[in-house]
């Protein structure tokens, strides 16, 4: 098919959930090439097909809801079972982005076949990646339906779940002080169970105990309960973390989300309960009214530096490994 044809071809396009211009530039992409497998199935690579003729030799997508599906001749393929004399590899689906580009690097497919993708994806700039589009480990989070309230952005939801990734080389249980409405602990318990780490979490808050003339005292417990309802290793603790922090007596923790200002008696007792190797993450650090200062003075004093992370001020600290012996 030659440019003019395609140009019709294109105006014809229903373009729900797709957008003829990144059509047009996939198509652009393919230009010359004679042995086409497409990454990911998707209604970009169902078009592609159209009107490429025989050039599409395999779609490639490890998803099991379509491994085998056939269309005009062409069939849906894991990774492993496709064809690899192939000219070049273009990605129809926006999240498959880099999962595919670092399996081909793997099997040295890529950089020895061209892996070619469109500026962006249906208004998705691919310039940079978005870790709960491309990680396969959060992708599905978008589907575990709307998250409880949080009063994290998505930026900063995005830093505790990757925090927490590094923590849970370690051992130990996670805690959150600072639940409010359970929107950031929904997404720990999420991530947990995506990525089969059941550790157990310990959700700190006042809840229905706190000052209900406060003006955010919208905390429900029970609420709360419910939507957590779906990881088991949660432990709601109701009530002044001060007093309550005492259920962790017996706990060593790998991660800590702290979403509240200093306190004097729980830092040094998270601190103390945390593994070598164990992150604190303390949400509210670049807030001036939950007392960098104090943060600051406490960690320097175990010898410690609190990260600051922009743009907001999360303030990011890691337990030190003890030097290893002998050296
Ligand atoms: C910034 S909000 C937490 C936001 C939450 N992480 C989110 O995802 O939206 C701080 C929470 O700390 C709780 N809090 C404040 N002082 C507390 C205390 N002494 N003990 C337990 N929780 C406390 C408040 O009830 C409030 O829900």
């Not at 089969?196 to 003006?215: C, K, P, Y």
Request: net charge neutral.
């Amino acid at each position: 098919m030659d440019q003019k044809q395609f140009s019709q071809y294109v105006a014809k396009v229903f373009n729900i959930g797709l957008s003829r211009d990144t059509l047009a530039r996939l198509f652009a992409l393919c230009g010359y090439h004679k042995k086409i497998a497409l990454i990911g199935w998707s209604d970009y690579a169902k078009h592609l097909i159209n009107v490429l003729d025989d050039r599409v030799v395999s779609v490639i997508d490890n998803d099991p809801q379509v491994r085998g599906i056939q269309f005009r001749g062409v069939t849906v393929q894991e990774l492993a079972d496709a064809p690899r004399d192939v000219d070049a590899y273009v990605v129809t689906r926006f999240e498959h982005l880099n999962e595919y580009m670092r399996a081909l690097a793997a099997i040295r497919q890529y950089p020895a076949v061209p892996y070619l993708y469109a500026e962006d994806y249906h208004g998705l700039s691919s310039a940079f990646l978005n870790p709960m589009l491309h990680d396969p480990a959060y992708r599905g989070l978008a589907a575990a339906g709307p998250p409880p309230p949080t009063m994290m952005n998505g930026d900063r939801l995005i830093l505790l779940l990757e925090m927490l990734r590094i923590a849970l080389h370690y051992e130990g249980a996670v805690a959150e002080v600072g639940v409010w409405q359970g929107g950031s602990v929904w997404h720990l318990c999420q991530a947990l169970q995506r990525l089969g780490a059941l550790r157990t979490v310990f959700a700190f808050d006042l809840f229905d105990d706190a000052d209900r003339l406060s003006g955010r005292a919208i905390m429900a417990e029970d609420e709360i309960r419910r939507r957590l309802g779906f990881y088991p290793a949660v432990e709601i603790v109701r009530g002044d973390v001060r007093k309550t922090m005492t259920r962790l007596d017996k706990e060593k923790l790998c991660f800590v989300h702290f979403d509240n200002q200093y306190q004097a008696t729980v830092i040094p007792y998270l601190w103390q309960r945390l593994v070598p190797g164990g992150v604190m993450l303390l949400d509210n650090y670049g807030h001036v009214r939950s007392l960098p200062a104090f943060f600051d003075h406490f960690f320097a004093a175990q010898g410690v530096h609190v990260a600051f992370i922009p743009p907001l001020g999360q303030g990011l600290v890691i337990k030190p490994q003890p030097p290893a012996r002998g050296r």
